[in-house]
């Protein structure tokens, strides 16, 4: 197995807040809901969340709002996104925003810092390009199994780092990858992802994070999720398209 290095990035905090007081604001502050995203295909709403002498804006799905998916339960996507926070966590690369599950205006849903994304970013320059953050992000979505990677869920920020957001369609115990960041494929994987899913694997088997997946998915689920980490890390590399599944979300953008 040959693995491809690359630099290390640090990502600042989102809203100017580090993770620790952004995941209690988001837990523990006040919702007020603003305006509904109105393109989303589940009831995503847009809130500021207030706590002490902390505010921020966030994105608050609740589980009703939720619509019907045949290949995924109903009333799990919420904790889907939950899930695709703490792999994120435990990566070190901070792809998903501070994310929590929690009680609010219209029940319990997710809820997710809000990120405003670079204004000037070009994002189909982004998409075909080959950003360190962009392949970090691919090895992330092979190991969350995200159904759904368009490109308008890339917050790309000007200091170079992109988040990644809507992970409502991941963990199926079927193979469902679907993105727009195939320019990896077959290509061996770098020394630090190959480092930091040797970590995940770990820490899936007998770690925090294989505790903490086991409240928010099945247990058929988080075994699964192991499984894809011990076959990237077998096979070294990148992984290609299904030939039994869409390669590409749609829309891709």
């Known amino acids: ?5 690359e630099p290390t990035l640090s990502a600042p905090p989102a809203a100017g807040l580090d993770d620790a007081s952004a995941l209690r604001l988001l837990r523990d502050g ?13 009831m995503t709403l847009y809130c500021s969340v207030r706590l002490g002498g902390l505010a921020a804006a966030c994105v608050y799905k609740p589980v009703r709002g939720e619509r019907p ?3 995924f339960p109903d009333g799990t996507l919420a ?8 792999v994120s966590v435990a990566t070190g690369w901070r ?3 501070p994310t929590v599950y929690r009680d609010g205006p219209f029940g319990p849903g997710m809820c997710q810092l809000w990120v405003d994304a670079d204004p000037e970013a070009d994002l189909m320059a982004l998409i075909r390009s080959r950003q ?6 691919a090895v992330f979505d092979a190991v969350v199994n995200n159904a759904d990677r368009k490109g308008g869920h890339l917050l790309p920020l000007a200091d170079g780092h992109v988040y990644g957001v809507d992970h409502g369609v991941c963990f199926s115990t079927e193979d469902k990858l679907r993105t727009v960041l195939w320019q990896w494929r077959g290509r061996p994987l770098s020394r630090e992802a190959v480092n930091v899913l040797a970590r995940l694997e770990r820490e899936l088997e007998r770690g925090a994070l294989g505790r903490r997946l086991r409240e928010l998915l099945t247990l058929a ?4 999720t192991w499984m894809r980490v011990r076959r990237l890390l077998d096979t070294g590399t990148h992984p290609r ?12 953008i």
């Open 241 to 252: 398209p299904s030939q039994d599944w869409p390669a590409l979300p749609w829309p891709p």
């Open 132 to 137: 360190p953050a962009l392949r970090r992000m």
């Open 95 to 97: 792809i998903v925003p």
């Open 221 to 224: 689920e988080v075994e699964a």
């Open 69 to 71: 998916l045949w290949d």
């Open 79 to 86: 904790a889907r996104e939950v899930a695709a926070f703490e």
């Open 30 to 42: 006040h919702l007020e809901v603003a305006g509904r995203l109105v393109e989303a295909t589940n």
């Open 1 to 5: 197995m040959s693995a491809e290095s």
